[in-house]
């Protein structure tokens, strides 16, 4: 069974400094890893789908990779600013393609 | 184009109701996918439909159950609620049943409180 596991669950830091978020998952067989920004009490956004082929995907500030053979996801923003204050979670489709596994988040605040 | 939508947007019951929810998926999507979020963890996979046919089932009581109709839009429908169905009810579309190499749109969501 597929588990994900996001680390750290909670980030603060002050405007302008580069963070990384972590990702990890326990099944290397993905298809693909997405991540996915969630304002309070809002849905969830798209913000990066990585392919098992690649190795990164940038948009924007925003830059994620992947590691397949560890298992491990990195999602990078640089500059950070407080409109990136938000939960960012990242989720992993199951063989069957039917279902995603997602990671329990998280929850970063820029202040400014 | 218009997202995925959600009604209604918020919702309060009380124990032992029952309660719908509805789904619309982006125009041309024909999967759709239930999601349950409780406060401070990821969202946890309940069902997905594809050509309305249950394509997946994740591991809820059987209280859960859900449709989808010609027009692609979906039912998740939940019997005699408990306190713990308090949660945002999510629903994903997606242009085909499989997910490898598709995205997932999501809307914003039904908050569902029980009293």
């Known amino acids: 069974k597929q588990e994900v596991t996001q680390i750290p669950a909670a980030l603060s830091v002050p405007e302008g400094e580069n963070l990384v978020l972590n990702c990890s998952f326990t099944?290397?067989?993905?298809?693909?890893l997405q991540w996915f920004r969630q304002d309070p009490g809002k849905g969830l956004t798209s913000l990066l789908l990585?392919?098992?082929?690649?190795r990164e995907q940038t948009s924007g500030r925003l830059n994620a990779s992947l590691d397949k053979s560890s298992g491990r996801s990195t999602l990078y923003i640089a500059a950070s600013q407080p409109g990136d204050s938000a939960t960012y979670l990242c989720?992993?489709?199951?063989?069957?393609?039917?279902?995603?596994?997602f990671g329990g988040g998280t929850r970063l605040m820029v202040k400014p | 184009d218009a997202g995925v939508t959600q009604s209604p947007t918020h919702l309060i019951k009380t124990r032992g109701q029952h309660v719908t929810l509805r789904c619309s998926p982006i125009?041309?999507?024909?999967?759709v996918s239930w999601y349950q979020q409780v406060l401070g963890q990821g969202p946890q996979f309940i069902f997905q439909?594809?050509?309305?046919?249950?394509?997946g089932r994740g591991n809820f009581p059987d209280r859960f159950s859900a449709r989808q109709f010609p027009n692609y839009s979906s039912e998740l429908n939940v019997n005699a609620l408990l306190l713990g169905d308090s949660a945002l009810y999510l629903c994903?579309?997606?242009?085909?049943?499989?997910?490898?190499?598709?995205?997932?749109?999501f809307g914003d969501g039904t908050r569902l409180s029980i009293l």
């Open positions: 994903a579309s997606s242009p085909t049943g499989t997910l490898p190499n598709q995205p997932q749109h």
């Open positions: 099944d290397s067989a993905i298809y693909n």
């Open positions: 990585i392919q098992s082929s690649q």
């Open positions: 989720a992993v489709p199951n063989n069957a393609g039917n279902m995603l596994t």
């Open positions: 125009s041309g999507h024909k999967s």
């Open positions: 439909y594809y050509e309305k046919e249950e394509r």
